[in-house]
């Protein structure tokens, strides 16, 4: 099987193409901070949509407000990649919200963003970097995941406008 990250995506699609999955929030960090401790317990929300400010993050989530001009205000991880992982692993029990990024997107190389801005309903963004998977992927989804995720961990973006993102799939 060719491994997702080497799989050559068409980059010519437009971010209206972008379907939304799920949209997740967070009111604490889990992993983000706590290195060599316990994973926090925050809960992760599945919403139908979320309100989003330029410069400051997404409502509601644990990174809104966080430092002036950070680079991960929202992230993006495409369903692809968490259906190629789970085919991998051999792990169906995990869903996607384990990866806490924001927005689970289907039918776009995020990749093709970085660098670049791009608009989702209405919204605009500025891709920063990948998302990089750490070594909380693997206990958060399965042995191996932080291996096989890195150069398909998701987007970092910045939020340029504000507005509303809803699960459109």
Known sequence: MVRW?????????????????????????????HHEMKAGEHPIMDCKEIRVASGRGIEG?????????????????????YEWLCEKLERWDKPPSVFRRNVITRGVDLNSFIGKK???QGVQFLGTEESAP????????????????????GLRAK???????????
């Open 5 to 33: 990250r080497r799989m050559k995506r068409a980059s010519s699609m437009t971010a209206a193409a972008i379907r939304i999955k799920h949209l997740y929030i967070s009111p604490g960090h889990n992993f983000f901070g």
């Open 61 to 81: 989530d644990r990174f809104f407000d966080y430092k002036s001009d950070f680079k991960g205000q929202i992230t993006f991880f495409a369903d692809e990649v």
């Open 118 to 120: 791009f608009e989702v």
């Open 134 to 153: 750490c070594y909380w992927m693997n206990q958060a989804f399965g042995e191996g995941a932080e291996a096989e995720l890195a150069g398909n961990g």
């Open 159 to 169: 939020i340029l406008s504000d507005g509303v993102i809803r699960v459109s799939a």
